[in-house]
């Protein structure tokens, strides 16, 4: 039951961890556009150059075009394969793309398991043993996991030797990036060794989510830790759960707001519109500082000081 | 062998933390190797010893040396407060958002280094890594302000903070032109640009640390007299007055400007430097304008025909005071759209940055003068000879009008349209290189700094330019069109520091200039190649 309850903790962790950074961006003050060209929910035409709407003559007068098409064209390979590294930085990207799209692989392949338990426990029609669907969903298992333990194995393997070696990337690195890096590859590694030691199906993987599903009750009776490896898999997938929300490694998902609310937020202030009454509200706030030309006191609102001439000049 | 520094590094107590050595810069081809071996040398101590001038051999803003250890302690406890406001929405709801998603995501994978002009050409000195800067913050934030910060900086980085620190990383915000092709290039989307613009903002709004060009003789006197070039109304006008004889004496055409007039289809706002510096822009634009039947007006109210806002690269609030007074005199005018002349950054300050901030009737439509520009041109209204444009013409793409608006066409069609032997530069549109002058360079000339611009940031420009002409023939006059005015600043900067018009008959100037010239209308040309007209009757 320890270890279910680890998960738990950790799955509790990441929810609560991931719902604050969420919340927190919803709900900061609308801020001054900052966008950089191309802004791919442009209409397709206008990105592959990088131009906007503001080329067009009397540009407000007319119905912005926007491409949803276009970003999720975009966004795919971008997040899947990370096109940005492949095309800026090559030598990171053989190592940087096996350990990302391992982590999707291990994503993917905890959905799976999650169905599979879901199906297993509440009894899906044709679900049975030997059934197509329950084979189909083995064999996309064991694939997804196979490929993703071991890219995912290569990957951090490869980044931490790159962290150690490459002198741009150890003059930045910290305690904390190679103790980021040792923790996935433990899971990884453990993993791998966990399927390779017997366990080519992820049968323990599959039992121990039905326990999961069950507060550690699954009607198969199933053990955590009946191997070394299998322990280290689970203490650290959970660890690491709880763990990448607290870190820099939540741009795994933080990346959308990061692209959408700031690098692509071309939307134009409109009169009586939405933008328009959150910027009267950021107006309305008092800035305290300190130097003498800003002439803040802490009463006066951002609307006030904007529209005075400052009387010092430090 | 050596520690290579890193960001804890810029604490350390060393009379100076980067010096170029001579033949470390990028290198130029023929005819320019001589300046491969140019460097630059370190300031002469009596000109430093008041100052704080240990982050490399150039000074930009001149910071006064603390009297006493007191001072400093002060000083240091007065940059943490100012740090402290940045992340909060009552004094930093402008950038709040970006802040922190730049501060807490950055893996530190230097793809951005790549991407930086000034990092290239400096021969990749550590200090000038986009990251370097950015990394600075992040340890100082993290562990100074952040609870159990000193404890959880053994493990996330450490840094110690000293007045030292603090002065260098003041200077160290302006070696990089917030040109943003770090940002660009970013997988994640950090931005490490943002942070180092959001570090000026600290120093400039909370301990009035700014560089005298851009925050004095800038934004102050902006608001002040009228203009940072420090013309009052009355200057301005008597100035176009003299752009309009001169323009008729110099073209054969005869040109009115109007000014003050009440419900003009636009606002024509110009940085006010081009009526000094390059008239001829300001009276090609009156040109065309008048040429195309447009109805239009210049503003001759304090601040209104000066369109910079030096408030963009430094400090949100005289950002905020000069954006809101453009927007005032435009609605008091009551004109249907301001258009921004050739000024990149007016360009973004008023159109894009300030687009949340102005509300109201103050939110008057604002459109870039490429947009109006190409209307009129490719419009059919106006004829056009372009043979007499026949000289090979390259263009550079301000960043502010292109990577941080979109604006990269209308430019180029009218261009194809004008100037038969236009070439583009490499790379070119939003991924172009600075000219160098960004962000209050081009105007900075205290102390040294000119000549680190020269040789540093505005090199790979320089580069660029020489790449679009190569296999011309040096003797071939080349005209780099640069519809911006900081951007036409640095280039004359590097065209004389190289003495690229002798060796390579390098020229420069806007674009109204090249559509003007190539207006059937004319009876003379506009352009010259020094005392050589760009075409003969």
Partial sequence: MGFYLLSYLCIAAFVIATGYRIYRQMTLPVHVRWEIYPVQTETAAKAAYGGSYLEEIDWWEKKRGRSLLNEVRYMVPEILFIRGLWKENRGLWWVSFPFHFGLYLMIATFVLLVIHAAFTLWGAAGFGEGSSPRILLDGLIALMGWIGLILGTIGSLGLLHRRLTDPELRNYATPADYFNLILILLFFLSALVACLSGDPLLGGAKAYTLGLLTGGNPPVPYLPGQSAPGILAIVSASLLAAYIPLTHMSHMFMKYFLYHDVKWDDAPNRRGGRIEAAVRKNLALRPTWGAKHVEADGQKTWGDIASSAPKEVK | ?537
């Fill in chain 2, 1 to 537: 062998m050596t520690r290579p520094l890193n960001p804890a590094g810029i604490a350390d107590a060393s009379e100076c933390l980067c010096h170029i050595e001579t033949g470390e810069l990028a290198e130029l081809p023929p005819p320019y190797e001589d300046f491969n071996r140019v460097t630059l040398p370190p300031l002469k101590p009596e000109r430093a010893k008041n100052i704080e001038a240990s982050l490399d051999d150039t000074v930009a803003i001149g910071i006064p040396k603390p009297a006493s250890k007191e001072e400093e302690e002060a000083l240091v406890r007065r940059f943490l407060a100012g740090l402290q406001k940045l992340f909060e929405k009552e004094n930093n709801w402008t950038f709040l958002q970006p802040l922190l998603l730049s501060m807490e995501h950055c893996a530190r994978c230097q793809t951005c280094s790549n991407a930086c002009p000034v990092y290239e050409m400096s021969g990749h000195k550590e200090i000038y890594r986009p990251n370097f800067r950015a990394e600075v913050l992040r340890r100082i934030w993290r562990k100074y302000l952040k609870p159990g910060g000193k404890l959880a900086a053994k493990l996330s980085g450490d840094i110690d903070l000293n007045w030292t620190a603090i002065a260098r990383l003041a200077e160290l915000a302006y070696r990089c032109t917030l040109c943003r092709r770090c940002a660009a290039v970013c997988p994640i989307g950090v931005d490490n640009g943002l942070i180092n613009h959001e570090i000026r903002k600290l120093f400039s709004q909370e301990m009035g640390i700014a560089p005298k060009e851009i925050h004095d003789k800038g934004t102050v006197q902006h608001l002040r007299v009228g203009s940072t070039t420090g013309m009052n109304p009355l200057a301005a006008k008597d100035s176009m007055e003299f752009i309009q004889e001169e323009m008729e004496e110099i073209t054969g055409y005869k040109v009115e400007v109007p000014w003050d007039v009440e419900g003009a289809d636009i606002l024509l706002l110009h940085n006010a430097g081009e009526m000094l510096a390059w008239p001829e822009n300001v009276g090609a634009f009156a040109i065309i304008f008048q040429a195309a039947g447009i109805s239009w007006t210049l503003s001759s109210e304090a601040a209104g025909y000066d369109a910079v806002n030096y408030g963009l690269w430094y400090d949100d609030v005289q950002f905020s005071r000069v954006a809101v007074k453009h927007a005032d005199i435009a609605r008091r005018l009551k004109v249907k759209k301001i258009v921004l002349g050739e000024c990149g950054h007016a360009h973004k300050a008023l159109t894009v940055i300030a687009d949340r901030l102005l509300t109201g009737d103050l939110n008057i439509p604002r459109e870039s003068g490429m947009v109006t520009l190409e209307k009129i041109v490719l419009g059919g209204k106006l004829k056009f000879d372009p043979r007499r444009n026949d000289f090979p013409v390259t263009l550079h793409d301000p960043c502010n009008v292109v990577r941080a608006m979109g604006i990269v066409e209308p430019q180029r069609r009218i261009l194809r349209k004008i100037a038969p032997r236009f070439r583009e530069m490499t790379p070119h549109g939003v991924m172009n290189y600075c000219c160098g002058g960004g962000s209050g360079f081009a105007i900075m000339s205290g102390y040294n700094f000119s000549e680190w611009r020269n040789l540093v940031s505005s090199r790979k420009k320089f580069l660029q330019i020489l790449e679009a002409f190569k296999g011309e023939p040096p003797e071939a006059p080349k005209y780099v069109c640069a519809p911006c005015s900081n951007c036409k600043g640095a280039i004359r900067d590097i065209i004389g520091y190289y003495h690229a018009e002798e060796r390579s008959r390098l020229y420069y100037g806007g674009l109204v200039e090249l559509i003007v010239n190539a207006m059937a209308d004319m009876k003379k040309p506009l352009i010259r190649f020094g005392d050589e007209p760009s075409w003969t009757a």
